[in-house]
């Protein structure tokens, strides 16, 4: 007879490139996205909660990097031959709902939206499948003034999430303008434009010199390798260059440099004014150069969008793992993509909007000390009895009508010593206690567990005896007397 083998046991583990999140964890994120929520709302959005899944066709072509639909999405084909997909952001599922529901919509359309998204992609350090997003977008306009209008919401919601201002800056730059640099530089379109964008790109990294070297003959990297060039003369070279570096003193200096670098180019020219037009609409409500900068380094997504495009960076300093100094960088990006709609409708619809990554968002706040205080664990009804139930669940169910975080041990009280682990592994704020001799006396134990803690650091034993931390209170003053403590422990609370 065959020996029949076990099953192995599945292994406790997240699977790689994925992530649990904690109570903690939970109510940080939580209260970020309601400020920021906060402040969508108050500039007139609407929220929009959208499926978590997509056909692949409605996600389209618009992951950033990628050559095919379903590459670097999580996707699997249906009995009907269908191919559906997690979303991989916000932006592809609103895109789909707006041509969807286009006629009971509102045009134009401003909706935020938050949520995970997941892309099939290869995890490292600070890079996760899940991550959490949060958008806003206007669809159906094509005023400057949205673009406008969305930058300055970002700075009023990062603001509201804990960045202070100064430690942050938006950087605008224009597709359009690009697109006048490249006729300038390319007018016969003889050169690989995919290529000069993925070279323009590396300008942080390699700088105005290596980015030259890699759009004309190639460059030697760090380890030595030689990199193949685009194959741009000397004087292509020159404007592409020239609109990396124009960012000038003011606004108006560096718009100058910039109608330098698009020459005659109509496109380019009509990037610049609507650059222009953006920075008066932003001084005109008191964004100045101090939040918001025109930056034509500002490169990335530049084969996504159309026209303006802006980044949020933090500028406060960090350490790295190696204990090296470093800016903390970028925690959001959005601009203008007239032609997503334009999938689904053949009609083009103007659309513009800003991502924030709330995990790095979240990051941030934690490496400034500027995430709010763990909410407190719950008051905890211990068990000295447990013929006396219903007794203990009168009081936690009085202490929940009064509005306070409570509960009843439910674990083994044999070991009293163990509910009182319990709570303070909970970071509960206090404990309840009561015995037979206090039930019959008609008296409650209560234990100041933050003030015991406290004490149990560095008291004398005169203050201990000046101000106990666990003390009887008459069974009817339960309630006050729980909400006199909380009161404390929140104005002790630097």
Request: glycine content about 10%; charged content about 30%.
């Amino acid at each position: 007879m065959a020996k029949t083998h076990k099953k192995p046991k599945p292994k406790a583990e997240t699977p790689k490139g994925f992530r649990d999140y904690f109570g903690a964890d939970v109510a940080a994120r939580d209260n970020m996205l309601r400020a920021i929520g906060g402040v969508y709302h108050r500039y007139g959005f609407e929220a929009l909660e959208s499926s978590a899944v997509e056909t692949v066709e409605a996600l389209g072509k618009f992951l950033p990097d990628v050559d095919r639909p379903n590459e670097g999405v999580f996707a699997w084909e249906e009995d009907t031959g269908d191919w559906l997909a997690l979303r991989y952001d916000l932006t592809a599922p609103l895109a789909r709902v707006f041509a969807q529901h286009r006629n009971d919509l509102p045009s134009p359309y401003r909706r935020y939206a938050m949520g995970p998204v997941w892309r099939n992609e290869k995890p490292g350090p600070g890079r996760f499948r899940q991550f959490y997003q949060c958008d806003a977008d206007t669809v159906g306009s094509a005023s400057m003034a949205a673009d406008a209008e969305v930058c300055a919401m970002l700075c009023d919601a990062l603001e509201a999430a804990g960045i202070e201002r100064g430690d942050y800056v938006v950087r605008i730059n224009n597709r359009k303008v690009l697109n006048g640099v490249l006729e300038v530089a390319d007018p016969d379109k003889t050169a690989d434009h995919n290529a000069i964008l993925r070279t323009i790109d590396k300008f942080d990294k390699v700088g105005k010199a290596g980015v030259r070297e890699l759009l004309t003959t190639g460059r030697k990297d760090a380890s030595g390798a030689f990199i193949d060039g685009v194959g741009l003369g000397a004087d292509q070279a020159d404007p592409v260059i020239a609109f990396l570096t124009a960012r000038g003193e003011t606004a108006a200096e560096t718009l100058a440099n910039l109608r330098g670098a698009v020459g005659n180019s109509e496109v380019g020219a009509i990037g610049i004014t609507e650059l222009e037009t953006i920075a008066e609409l932003l001084s005109a409500q008191g964004y100045g150069p101090d939040r918001i900068i025109i930056d034509p380094s500002v490169v990335r997504g530049l084969g996504y969008y159309t026209g303006p495009v802006y980044e949020a960076e933090l500028t406060f300093e960090i350490l790295d793992r190696k204990g090296r100094k470093r800016q903390f960088g970028s925690v959001a990006g959005g601009g203008r993509y007239d032609d997503l709609v334009k999938r689904f409708t053949g009609q083009e619809v103007p659309a513009t909007g800003v991502s924030i990554g709330v995990d790095r968002l979240l990051a941030a706040l934690h490496e400034k000390g500027r995430l709010a205080n763990a909410e407190a664990g719950p008051v905890v009804i211990t068990v000295m009895d447990r013929d006396r139930m219903a007794d203990y669940f009168a009081m936690v169910g009085e202490l929940r009508g009064a509005g306070i975080r409570a509960e009843v041990y439910l674990g083994n009280p044999k070991n009293f010593g163990n509910q009182l682990k319990y709570a303070d592994k909970r970071g509960s704020p206090i404990a309840v206690i009561e015995g037979g001799n206090e039930k019959d006396a008609g008296i409650i134990q209560i234990k100041d567990l933050i003030l015991g803690a406290k004490l149990a650091e560095n008291a004398t034993l005169e203050e201990w005896k000046a101000r106990p931390s666990q003390f009887e209170v008459p069974r009817g003053d339960l309630v006050a007397r729980v909400l006199e403590i909380l009161a404390n422990q929140r104005a002790d609370t630097p």
